[in-house]
């Protein structure tokens, strides 16, 4: 048995959303004629308190889309150091629009409203980019599943409209948040311009994020969309994943939280380890004693068919999600427990 705790990106659909996927009524998505992608994005729309939203084969795909429609070539944008958006999607947002990205030097990938005002203060003279864009990750990725304070969230959209930018959320993991701060879907979609979230991390479908927004702004998506190359034809079977999805691993996300919780527990009593990085979702992150290699240990572990990740800076990264069983969680403390240097 391999216990893979590489991402939440690792699981299979379950017998459920198999079942859904091959009972899915079909179309061409591309002439809006698959009514199981139309019923999707109704309600994922609807959920939000949005006007529109558009299915996407990836969480990257839908990020570059809203940047790509919130600026022009030659402008900035503002973001964590640490943002997916910038760290981990190629490139894309100087690639596909042109963009330079402004790094906010936030805590564990979130800054302060206080901090943008500084960041887009300043002159406005033909030398300096328009500032366009402001983009926030939550729950952060790198920042070890981190929640954003929804009050600090406001202040942000202030400094936006007082501004003139637009806000845009990078909700991969959104879900996550939702359900450890007990948020709505409805909360986040009045805030922002233009949301995306992941299907296929913690919600456990096999393909697609969506990007919410305006009725204008999914307009402009849908052409960026087969612009970037990623309108698809049938994709019902993939929509079909994405709605059981939501139907039903919204609220075990919960469960997915408590076993981090655990093991952050066990971390904390390890001799060597070093730090753990407070948990607030599924993501934990950790160090090990300096004298110790994280390869070395990532390597040891593997050995008994436990898959971590390392995150740089001698960061470790485990994430639970769908297929990490109770069974699988009893290995892993045990195997952590037994490991020493
Ligand atoms: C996974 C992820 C994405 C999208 O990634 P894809 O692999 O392209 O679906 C975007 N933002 C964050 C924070 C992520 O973790």
Request: net charge negative; glycine share 8%.
């Amino acid at each position: 048995m391999i216990i893979d705790l590489i991402s939440d990106t690792v699981t299979r659909p379950t017998k459920g959303m198999l079942d859904a996927m091959m009972n899915a009524q079909v179309g061409d998505d591309v002439f809006k004629s698959d009514p199981t992608i139309n019923l999707l994005q109704k309600k994922a729309a609807e959920m939000f308190g949005m006007e529109d939203a558009l299915f996407f084969p990836s969480g990257t795909m839908a990020n570059q889309t809203a940047i790509k429609l919130h600026t022009q070539p030659g402008d900035k944008l503002f973001c964590d150091k640490w943002a997916h958006v910038y760290q981990y999607e190629g490139g894309g947002a100087a690639f596909n629009s042109g963009v330079t990205c402004k790094l906010i030097d936030g805590d564990r990938g979130m800054f302060t409203a206080e901090q943008l005002q500084v960041a887009a203060a300043g002159r406005s003279d033909i030398h300096v980019p328009y500032s366009r864009l402001v983009c926030i990750e939550n729950t952060t990725n790198k920042g070890g599943g981190a929640c954003w304070d929804f009050e600090e969230l406001k202040k942000i959209k202030k400094v936006c409209v007082e501004n003139n930018l637009d806000y845009h959320l990078d909700g991969a993991r959104l879900f996550n948040a939702l359900v450890a701060k007990n948020e709505s879907p409805a909360q986040y979609g009045k805030l922002f311009d233009t949301i995306s979230i992941c299907l296929s991390k913690g919600l456990g479908a096999p393909i697609g994020s969506i990007l919410l927004g305006s009725k204008e702004h999914i307009e402009k998506a849908l052409r960026i969309r087969k612009l970037f190359g990623g309108a698809m034809r049938q994709a019902g079977f993939l929509a079909a994943a994405a709605i059981y999805a939501l139907d039903h691993h919204v609220d075990r996300l919960a469960e997915d939280h408590k076993k981090a919780k655990q093991i952050e527990t066990v971390l904390n009593t390890l001799s060597y380890v070093k730090k753990v990085e407070p948990v607030e979702t599924n993501i934990i992150i950790f160090y090990v004693r300096d004298e110790m290699n994280p390869d070395t240990f990532i390597s040891k572990m593997s050995e008994k068919n436990i898959l971590l990740t390392p995150m740089g800076d001698g960061k470790i990264r485990i994430v639970t999600h769908l297929d990490f069983n109770d069974d699988m969680l009893e290995i892993l403390l045990r195997e952590l427990k037994l490991f020493h240097f």
